[in-house]
């Protein structure tokens, strides 16, 4: 009995060597493990035997710690190829944290609608850490946040190294509109509602209004509303 029990052991451990794991990103941008990626999936990497988790040499190189974190919040930032400091710097954050992560660079309007979802707004580097998104980059936020899912501390992992993803082959950035420059040559000239080129209304001398040419009707002596005190 005890014989068939420790081949049952041993059967049971060769299976989970051989079967093979893989690592992808879903249609919803999130980082999943398994033996079998779905046919929509994207990023799909095999996960060699040494990253297996069987592997008693990998549990010691990762910390247990670091292990639940990326389990039970897996880190995705998203980027685009036009966004420059902010999102190497949001990416040299997670490297110096030894945080590993999975980059979604917004080439498309496929993947842009995606980040329209999650942060309701269009601009990168998009922090996703499990459910909770960050817009912008903001070393003290994505300290936080970091550190709410488990991540170990700033210089407990060795520092990573992790690059921007290659653009696929073919892309060209979209063409932005260049905004229309005021022409300089009609500066001098005067507008349609420039008034110095009509004729003046003005003549010399007193006005229509002038009550200078005007002939008083003010009588000698004073009228009904002569100040008190003064003689008629």
Do not use: H
Request: proline share 12%.
């Amino acid at each position: 009995m005890i014989r068939q029990s420790f081949l049952t052991v041993l059967l049971l451990a060769s299976t989970c060597v051989n079967a093979q794991a893989y690592r992808w990103v879903d249609d919803k941008g999130r980082v999943q493990v398994g033996d079998k990626p779905p046919p929509n999936a994207r990023a799909v990497r095999k996960i060699e035997a040494a990253e297996g988790a069987g592997d008693a040499k990998t549990q010691q190189q990762v910390p247990f710690e670091l292990q639940r974190a990326q389990k039970d919040f897996p880190v995705t930032l998203y980027t685009a190829p036009s966004c420059k400091e902010p999102c190497d710097m949001a990416r040299a954050a997670l490297n110096r944290r030894g945080v590993p992560f999975t980059e979604v660079p917004v080439l498309s309007n496929e993947t842009l609608e995606l980040v329209k979802a999650k942060s309701g707004g269009e601009s990168v580097p998009v922090l996703v850490v499990g459910r909770s998104v960050l817009n912008a980059f903001e070393q003290t936020r994505y300290d936080g946040i970091l550190d709410s899912a488990g991540y170990p501390k700033e210089g407990v992992l060795p520092a990573r190294s992790q690059g921007a993803p290659p653009l696929p082959a073919g892309y060209e950035p979209p063409q932005v509109a260049e905004p229309v420059k005021p022409d300089a040559s009609a500066s001098g000239k005067p507008g349609p509602y420039d008034t110095s080129g009509l004729p003046s209304n003005r003549r010399e001398g007193p006005g229509p209004y002038d009550s200078s040419k005007l002939p008083s009707n003010r009588p000698d002596k004073p009228g009904p509303y002569v100040t008190p005190g003064t003689t008629k």
